[in-house]
């Protein structure tokens, strides 16, 4: 009998141990292809630097220093050769790049509560990205190699820190991919010539790019003087060299908004870094254009590039397979989250992108704020960034995708080409005041010892009134009642609806309390409710649509 019992379980072992001998050699097989080795490094005596600390605000460590201004922003400042310059980076802002991997960790965490699910993430993310080394250009891996010395062994059960600070340049595009761009809805616009007070040329962007709150907790406005190419500066976070928004020298400006994208075969290079390149070594459209051209990308972007040097903006879009420039043969220009190129505008997935997503919406309410400013303005730009209503002015609640301010953004910014200058949005989002600063004034401040403020104080403009309003507390007090929710936790419908009641999202979620406590004619009259507010996308109108059917059909 004790034999029988052997060979039974031999055998249900044998046959159990098939797919998880499987599994494991999929994971060993996944963890080896997935090794990224670091690049090639001659000179590692930037290696032995250490910052000089003046203050809890001021490290300067030679030519490069690191400030917290008064405003609550970073500003940092390096130069240099790729590796030196990195790692000087990571040296001088060490602690805000281990406390964004922090912030970035915690916030996977929220979304994948499953410890199994993240590490089978890791591997699918290592095998997705294994070839992304060849991808990216030997200067920007030395760079990204230096400042991932700065980073944390804690995380190292994920990947070596040069593996994770690389791979974390390619989380824009991987989100994108995996989530259609359901963390992003980015807006931005420029005018010139007659549309612009005394012709200047203006450019605006909200970086509506939303990873927890935390997230944008440390803004860094970094000023680069590289060996090579021109200086420029970028709105970033601690341990990301990209740029999603960035100005060089020579007046050049360049803003990412993401557009529909079909999920990709395997990685290229992250839209931050081809964007990082145009800043660098572009000084007009034409080279701009040339250099986006030369990159493959998986994911599909459009790139805003503005020039002092041919005073207008185009804008260039990019799929994996194809380029097309929008030029609007006009004195401003609009970019949402779809295309408008002859070409890349009649794509399938950019016209259901312009019919299901808020991008078409939010493009109409800007030709509706820039025809009420025909001479515009800086002051008038941030007034227009900061717009929380839909179209004709009608309040579609609080952080609604639809409208230009969907107040989640991690950075607003405002560029001046034509004089070097560019305004920075500082907290809450872009209703606290932006600050000014000037492109040309800030490079010539290498070697900086003495710790000062760099911000050019005559061209502050002042917080939003929003911020004073019952309404603006109200919307704090939703977006609490938000995350209790999503922490799992219990708020009366009425609460949440009286928080935030032009708000569709509101109406939701008050029918989803009900239901939770078996309240279903409640919950019928409050999708109900939802379904006559402006819904941000067909498929969350569907998704109610769906939840009221369900309801109604138990009755």
Not at 444 to 465: F, Q, S
């Amino acid at each position: 009998m004790k034999t029988s019992n052997r060979r039974i379980w031999k055998w249900i072992g044998g046959i159990l141990g098939v797919p998880v001998l499987l599994l494991l050699i999929l994971f060993i097989y996944l963890a080896v292809v997935s090794r990224i080795s670091p690049p090639a490094v001659a000179d590692h005596s930037a290696d032995n630097l250490q910052p000089v600390v003046v203050s809890d605000s001021f490290y300067y460590l030679n030519n490069n220093w690191l400030h917290l201004s008064k405003s609550g922003l970073f500003e940092l400042y390096t130069e240099g050769s790729p590796y030196e310059r990195g790692v000087i980076n990571g040296k001088l802002a060490k602690e805000l790049v281990q406390r964004q991997e922090d912030h970035f960790n915690a916030q996977i965490e929220k979304m994948i509560p499953s410890k199994f699910y993240r590490h089978f993430l890791k591997y699918f993310i290592g095998f997705f990205n294994r070839n992304l080394p060849s991808h990216i250009s030997m200067e920007y891996k030395q760079e990204i190699y230096g400042v991932s010395q700065a980073a944390a062994d804690k995380y190292n059960y994920i990947g070596t820190p040069y593996q994770r600070i690389l791979n974390y340049h390619a989380a824009h595009d991987i989100g994108h991919a995996l989530q259609t761009m359901a963390l992003v809805g980015c807006t931005s616009f420029g005018t010139w010539g007659a549309h612009s007070k005394d012709s200047a040329f203006i450019i605006g962007r909200n970086f509506d790019f939303y990873v927890g709150d935390r997230f944008a907790d440390d803004k860094i406005v970094a000023f680069m003087k590289p060996d090579s190419g021109y200086g420029f500066m970028t709105v970033t976070w601690g341990g990301f060299t990209g740029a999603v928004s960035g100005m060089n020298e020579k007046g050049l400006t360049v803003t990412i908004n993401a557009a529909k994208t079909d999920l990709p075969p395997g990685s290229a290079t992250p839209v931050s870094l081809v964007a990082r390149e145009i800043l660098q070594y572009a000084s007009t459209i034409e080279e701009a254009i040339r250099i986006a051209n030369s990159r493959t990308m998986f994911v599909s972007e459009s790139f805003l590039v503005g020039s002092a040097a041919d005073q207008k903006a185009v804008v260039i879009e990019k799929t994996p397979d194809a380029l097309d420039v929008y030029d609007p043969q006009q004195n401003y220009i609009i970019c949402a989250n779809h295309f408008q190129g002859p070409k890349l505008s009649k794509l399938p997935s950019n016209q259901e992108q312009i019919k299901e997503s808020a991008s078409a919406y939010r493009y109409q309410r800007m030709q509706e704020l820039l025809a009420k400013a025909p001479a515009n303005t800086v002051e008038q730009t941030i007034g227009i960034l900061r717009d929380t209503r839909g179209l004709q002015g009608v309040d579609i609640g609080l952080g609604n995708e639809k409208a230009v301010n969907q107040l989640i953004a991690h950075h607003s910014i405002v560029f001046e080409p034509n004089h070097r200058r560019v305004w920075v949005s500082t907290a809450p989002w872009q209703e606290g005041k932006f600050v000014c600063y000037d492109l040309n004034k800030v490079l010539a401040l290498r070697g900086l010892k003495k710790e000062r403020e760099i911000i050019d104080t005559n061209y502050t403009i002042a917080a939003d009134t929003l911020l004073q309003t019952p309404a603006f507390q109200r919307f704090l007090q939703f977006r609490a009642f938000k995350q209790r929710i999503i922490d799992g936790g219990y708020v009366a419908p009425d609460s949440i609806i009286a928080s935030n009641p032009s708000y569709y999202h509101a109406y939701v979620l008050a029918g989803d309390m009900a239901v939770k406590r078996n309240e279903q004619a409640a919950a019928v009259n409050y999708y109900r409710q939802a379904l006559t507010k402006e819904i941000a996308t067909v498929a969350e109108r569907t998704a109610v649509e769906k939840k009221l059917n369900e309801l109604i059909g138990k009755k």
